[in-house]
Structure formats: structure tokens, C-alpha cells
């Protein structure tokens, strides 16, 4: 069965300004990045999605979820809005399938932010371990106390002391906007596990790169280090005090990049 849906998406700002599309990481929505996109002000406009399993409805099939479906139904949207060629910003999750759009539609795409992003793993036995794990997360998505999940999703290494910041509990309000069984479909069918491995690819990129990592998210920062070694055009900023989710722990930091990066360039 074809795989059929419509994103959910806001899109503001001046259309004489550069656009910038932003994809949010699991467990965001369109609204992952207003802060940023407030203090961006009119400099850009902006593009902003609920992928599918994050408000985006999906009617047939679970492969709506695939990252191959997902960014073909991102294409699709830029294509129906007459938006030739934009800047891209990704985030974890979000990060992975913008790399994946860049690699596989790089003509959509003039430059390129991933927050905290991978490439996917090497080999199928990182796979294999990666979809059991994820499918046990899913499975408790389904079976416990949302709340409570969440704010155990928070403690993880890789978030630092997020939990600490002064806009965690509304964090928290935010992400329970979520239904988590869709949340867990994502995780099922999009989780790095599943999705297409793009190191080989990463040789293959024409389109100036930022890589922005947590100086605090020692897994990321190492993965990070090795994209920016395989992938040309390619510029590394490790941020300091931070962990994983840079746009929220260092917004003022991560907007200022975003800035100096795309600057004035249509």
C-alpha cells in the first residue's frame, strides 16, 4: 500500500527573506524552535513541520514513518509551496533526516545546520541492537505513565543537566502534547536502527555543512568529530556548557551560529 500523508506545518515570516526549514527531534513538534525563530527575527522566514508520530497524520501506512517516506513527503511540501532552494536546520532526530535530505536532494539545499545529528550506524549488528532497543523504549511509551517516561528520558547522559533548566517543566508540558503510541511508531520505523546508514554518502556532499555538538554529549561530539574528517564542506562547532540539545540549553549561542552561518545568502 502507497504510503499517504500530509505535514502538518507552519510557515511565517517575510517571503522576500531566505527560508530557513527546520526539523524537530523526536519528541518536538513545529513549535520545537519559536524561541530561536523569535530572536532570528525578520532576518529569514520559516518553514516548521510535525514530523509523522509528532502530530503529522498518517492514513495507510506505517510506512508514512520511514525516513525514505518522511523526506520524500518533505521534498514534496517544498515543491507544492514554490520554494526552489532554502537553508535546512535539523535536530537529533531531525538532524539524521536532514542529512539524509542534503545527500539525497542537495539541489533543494544552499547550506546546512545539524544539532546533535548521526549518520546512522555501520553495520547490521549496531543495527540489530539499536532496533531491540529502541522496540523495548516503544513498548514502554505504550505501557507507562507518560510523565513519568519523560521526565526518565530527561536523566539520560546525553541531556546533561537539562532537567535543571529554568524552562524544563515547560519543556515537559510541550512534549506531552504527544501521543505516545505515535511516538513509539516513530521510534519503530525511523529510529536510527531503521534508518539508511549515510557514511558512505558523506563523501558525496556539495553543500557547506555545520556541525553543532554539546561539548557535554561525549557521544555525539565523537561522532561529530568523524563526520567533519569524511565530509567535505564541513565545519565542526563543539558548544560549551552544553549536552545535547543545544537550541535549548544555549539558544542565544545556537541562534547567533545559525546567523553567522546562513548570514545574508539567498
Not at 510506512?63 to 537529533?92: H, P, W
Not at 528520558?153 to 506531552?176: A, C, D, V
Request: proline share 4%; aromatic share 12%.
Amino acid at each position: 500500500m502507497q504510503a499517504t500523508f500530509e505535514l502538518d506545518y507552519y510557515l511565517t515570516g517575510d517571503c522576500h527573506q531566505p527560508l530557513i526549514l527546520f526539523l524537530h527531534g523526536f519528541m518536538g513538534n513545529k513549535h520545537e524552535f519559536d524561541l530561536a525563530v523569535g530572536m532570528l527575527g525578520n532576518k529569514f522566514s520559516y518553514l516548521t513541520v510535525d514530523l509523522p508520530g509528532h502530530g503529522t497524520q498518517v492514513f495507510n501506512s506505517d510506512k508514512c514513518y520511514e525516513m525514505e517516506n518522511t523526506a520524500q513527503a518533505l521534498i514534496s511540501l517544498l515543491d507544492e509551496l514554490k520554494i526552489k532552494r532554502c537553508f535546512l536546520v535539523g535536530y537529533s532526530m531531525g538532524g539524521r533526516l536532514a542529512l539524509y535530505l542534503n545527500l539525497n536532494f542537495p539541489q533543494y539545499f544552499s547550506k546546512v545546520i545539524l544539532e546533535s545529528a548521526n549518520p546512522g550506524l555501520l553495520t547490521d549488528i549496531e543495527r540489530l541492537e539499536r532496533i531491540k532497543r529502541d522496540e523495548q523504549i516503544a513498548r514502554k511509551l505504550e505501557r507507562s505513565d507518560f510523565t513519568a517516561f519523560l521526565n526518565n528520558w530527561y536523566k539520560q547522559p546525553i541531556f546533561g543537566s537539562m532537567h535543571q533548566h529554568p524552562k524544563f517543566t515547560q519543556l515537559i508540558e510541550n512534549r506531552l502534547q504527544n501521543n505516545p503510541k505515535e511516538l513509539a511508531k516513530s521510534l519503530r520505523f525511523m529510529g536510527t536502527g531503521r534508518q539508511p546508514s549515510l557514511w558512505q554518502k558523506l563523501k558525496e556532499n556539495n553543500n557547506p555543512l555545520l556541525l553543532l555538538v554539546g561539548e557535554n554529549d561525549d557521544k555525539f561530539v565523537d561522532v561529530n568529530k568523524k563526520i567533519f574528517n569524511l565530509c567535505p564542506l564541513t565545519l565542526l562547532q563543539i558548544i560549551s556548557n552544553c549536552s545535547h540539545n543545544i537550541h535549548f540549553e544555549q539558544t542565544i549561542i545556537f541562534v547567533t551560529s545559525v546567523q553567522k552561518f546562513f548570514g545574508s545568502v539567498r
